[in-house]
Every structure is written in structure tokens, then in C-alpha cells.
């Protein structure tokens, strides 16, 4: 049994990888997956940003698609919005929902852009 069979996952991450872009942040990674409610989502860990309450940065799942050629595409969006210049990056990062069957929606988890140091 490997370690995301539980969850029903298929195949490693570079088989169900659609793209991941690393920065010196984080990284945006967009990919197949089996526990979303859209069987393809992009996600984003940047520590510019963090939950208010909880003052820590994590991984947020930043859209969904129904299929990898829209994954593709919004992966090459959210690498753009992403890797843009500071004043132009959004205020807030929210989870789109996508996660353990649409139940991380609920929780409405927006991550904010901190402050420059």
C-alpha cells in the first residue's frame, strides 16, 4: 500500500503533474488528482502570504478544472499572477475548495500578502 492509497491518488507525483514552477517562496504546482472535487487543481505555497489568524503560510488550492487542458492553461495564469511584479500580486489567496471532496471550501481559509520587510 503507498502512502496516498488511502485517498484513492493514482500514480507518483510526476505522473500526475501538469506543471510545477519553483521560486525562491514557494512553488505553484498544478495536478491530476483523486480526492477534488474537479479532478485537476492548482495550487500555490508562497510564504508572501499566511492566514491572518493563525500567522502561518501553507499551500492553497487556488482553482480546479474538469480537464488537464484547462489545468494547463491555468496553471501558466496562476504563474503569471503569481510571478508578477509585488504591486500587482492579489491581496488574498483563497481555497477554491477543491480538497478532501470539497470540504476545505467550507472552512473559507483566505491567505493575505504580507507586508514587505
Not at 2 to 11: A, V, Y
Not at 44 to 53: G, H, K, M, Q, T
Amino acid at each position: 500500500m503507498g502512502l496516498f492509497d488511502f485517498m484513492g491518488m493514482q500514480g507518483t507525483y510526476e505522473e500526475r503533474r501538469v506543471g510545477r514552477t519553483n521560486t525562491e517562496w514557494g512553488f505553484i504546482s498544478t495536478a491530476f488528482v483523486t480526492d477534488g472535487v474537479k479532478p485537476y487543481e492548482t495550487a500555490v505555497a508562497d510564504s508572501r502570504y499566511a492566514d491572518p489568524e493563525r500567522g502561518e503560510s501553507s499551500m492553497v488550492i487556488v482553482e480546479n478544472y474538469d480537464t488537464r487542458e484547462e489545468a494547463d492553461k491555468g496553471h501558466t495564469k496562476w504563474c503569471q499572477t503569481i510571478l508578477a511584479d509585488r504591486d500587482k500580486l492579489p491581496l488574498e489567496l483563497v481555497d477554491c475548495g477543491n480538497g478532501l471532496g470539497g470540504i476545505t471550501g467550507l472552512l473559507g481559509i483566505k491567505y493575505q500578502l504580507l507586508p514587505e520587510l
